[in-house]
């Protein structure tokens, strides 16, 4: 599949690039996109929840009446979770959501989400570039001379470019990664993937 190369500033170079079809031209497989996405998110996850039990909670252990007699149902203590301020019945508990995939798998995701933004078209190859410093405005003007400026983009970058990552850093639908750290889930969220041209041969290096 051969893509046009442009300029950072929108211009066309006249140059064309081959998109591998090893890369961008698999079979798509939703269900290894759908486990790579989920393990994404749930690694996002703190698992920090957590509420008290009735054993953890401060008070009287105390009996509040006696057992029979009273034509109510027994309390044994005020810390019962029955009662107001009593404690929580099978309560949330920190615990670790992270899991498992293999390596191949996730590199099936990652090919699958690739092959889906080159069938729709909504892959853009860029010359590689750098900003001379890290200023929120040369971005933007950057997204608006590829007509991007409503859109959710991903840029992923040959190596790591510092200005260009800070540049973008402020505005809420652009996100600046590196090729080693392309994620399923991030090229799907984007509307429109932007490819430098120094990305291409690593995204084949490490999917192939």
Known sequence: MEITVHK???EDTGRKVNLT???FGVEPNDHAIYLDVKQYLANQRQGTHKSKEKAEITG???KLKKQKGTGTARAGSIKSPVFRGGGRVFGPQPRNYRFKLNRKLKQLARKSALSY???DNAITILEDFNFEGPKTKDYTAFLGALNLSDKKTLLVLGEEH???Y???RNLKHAKVTTAERLTTYDVLHADTLLLQEGSIEKLSNLLK
Do not use: M, Q, R
Request: net charge positive; aromatic share 0%.
């Open 162 to 164: 510092k200005n260009v």
């Open 117 to 119: 933004k080159a069938l």
């Open 166 to 168: 800070l540049s973008s």
């Open 8 to 10: 950072h500033t929108g």
């Open 21 to 23: 079809d090893t890369v």
């Open 60 to 62: 009287s252990t105390k």
